[in-house]
């Protein structure tokens, strides 16, 4: 049995944990939309060769066509998307290719990087080996980018998101401190979720969403906030006038208001696999932690 300080704050990871949701799945909707990993990893190789014409080559080898991913928009037609993902052995592959087949052809400054790249190299397999590690390194920076881009999009996202919510940790913590009702009920729903997704494995997921798998979550986080007993949303004819969803008029309470939005947008940034991390152990606590280890299967 948790403590009243320990439930509340329990309580408020929950909602952090499915804005936290809805916020990134709206950001895996935009970056699918403008292919972001696809576009970043053409500008990379593109730097990393020193020549446009020299990507294009690598991205219509056969080893690359064939990762080409279909588009499920456009089913009817002959389309696909670019590769999100190259790995380095496959670059390294069509990359001696090419140089075996267009050595003589290849651009100036592709010939100068190659040229330090593979000094030292006595034999094919060695001059794959530099390659492939020359690949990974920039591949590191390249991980950097993304992030940081990603990450300035979901601050973006987030704060738009709980302005439309009207996510004000201020309020919603009120009503959880002071209704144990309230706190019960999340604290039950808390607990259905994280088994529910402990069940599913979303939490582990590595590959990059379908635009349509993000639209389902979407949905489902969209759902579950709709069904938490604590005010989010905006009212203006069809509430009370103390109610906490109605928009502020006086200035002290706006300020509030704007701080405790600006305080949820600062918890949501923090990503959903943070919060999903931290409700897990919460849950665990909540259960007396996991069962010990059967004694049998020691012996």
Same mark, same amino acid.
């Given at each position: 049995?948790?403590?009243?300080?320990?439930?509340?704050?329990?309580?408020?990871?929950?909602?952090?944990?499915?804005?936290?949701?809805?916020?990134?799945?709206?950001?895996?909707?935009?970056?699918?939309?403008?292919?972001?990993?696809?576009?970043?990893?053409?500008?990379?190789?593109?730097?990393?060769?020193?020549?446009?014409?020299?990507?294009?080559?690598?991205?219509?080898?056969?080893?690359?066509?064939?990762?080409?991913?279909?588009?499920?928009?456009?089913?009817?037609?002959?389309?696909?998307?670019?590769?999100?993902?190259?790995?380095?052995?496959?670059?390294?592959?069509?990359?001696?290719?090419?140089?075996?087949?267009?050595? /003589?052809?290849?651009? $100036?400054?592709?010939?100068?990087?190659?040229?330090? @790249?593979?000094? &030292?190299? !006595?034999? =094919?397999?060695?001059?794959?080996?530099?390659?492939?590690?020359?690949?990974?390194?920039?591949?590191?920076?390249?991980?950097?980018?993304?992030?940081?881009?990603?990450?300035?999009?979901?601050?973006?996202?987030?704060?738009?998101?709980?302005?439309?919510?009207?996510?004000?940790?201020?309020?919603?913590?009120?009503?959880?401190?002071?209704?144990?009702?309230?706190?019960? /009920?999340?604290?039950? $729903?808390?607990?259905?979720?994280?088994?529910?997704? @402990?069940?599913? &494995?979303? !939490?582990? =997921?590595?590959?990059?969403?379908?635009?349509?798998?993000?639209?389902?979550?979407?949905?489902?986080?969209?759902?579950?906030?709709?069904?938490?007993?604590?005010?989010?949303?905006?009212?203006?004819?069809?509430?009370?006038?103390?109610?906490?969803?109605?928009?502020?008029?006086?200035?002290?309470?706006?300020?509030?208001?704007?701080?405790?939005?600006?305080?949820?947008?600062?918890?949501?940034?923090?990503?959903?696999?943070?919060?999903?991390?931290?409700?897990?152990?919460?849950?665990?606590?909540?259960?007396?932690?996991?069962?010990?280890?059967?004694?049998?299967?020691?012996?």
């Amino acid at each position: 049995m948790l403590t009243p300080a320990l439930q509340f704050a329990v309580s408020l990871v929950f909602v952090y944990l499915l804005l936290s949701a809805l916020s990134s799945a709206i950001q895996e909707i935009v970056a699918n939309l403008a292919k972001w990993r696809s576009n970043t990893l053409e500008t990379a190789i593109t730097s990393l060769l020193g020549d446009a014409g020299l990507k294009d080559e690598i991205y219509k080898h056969p080893l690359v066509k064939g990762i080409l991913r279909p588009s499920w928009l456009f089913t009817k037609v002959e389309r696909t998307h670019q590769p999100s993902y190259i790995s380095s052995a496959m670059f390294a592959q069509v990359l001696q290719d090419l140089r075996a087949t267009q050595g /003589a052809s290849l651009p $100036a400054a592709t010939k100068t990087v190659l040229a330090t @790249v593979l000094k &030292g190299a !006595a034999t =094919a397999d060695e001059e794959k080996e530099k390659i492939e590690n020359w690949f990974d390194d920039a591949m590191d920076n390249v991980s950097g980018w993304y992030k940081r881009k990603a990450n300035a999009w979901l601050w973006v996202i987030s704060a738009l998101v709980c302005v439309a919510l009207n996510a004000d940790t201020i309020s919603v913590g009120k009503i959880l401190w002071n209704d144990p009702t309230v706190r019960a /009920a999340m604290s039950d $729903a808390e607990k259905n979720y994280a088994n529910h997704k @402990v069940t599913e &494995g979303d !939490a582990g =997921a590595t590959t990059p969403p379908e635009i349509k798998d993000e639209l389902s979550r979407v949905t489902k986080a969209r759902d579950s906030l709709e069904k938490l007993p604590v005010p989010l949303g905006w009212c203006e004819e069809d509430c009370l006038p103390d109610d906490p969803r109605r928009p502020p008029t006086a200035a002290y309470p706006m300020l509030l208001t704007f701080i405790g939005i600006l305080i949820t947008v600062l918890a949501v940034s923090q990503g959903a696999p943070f919060w999903f991390d931290l409700l897990q152990k919460a849950v665990n606590l909540r259960l007396a932690g996991d069962l010990p280890p059967d004694s049998r299967a020691q012996q």
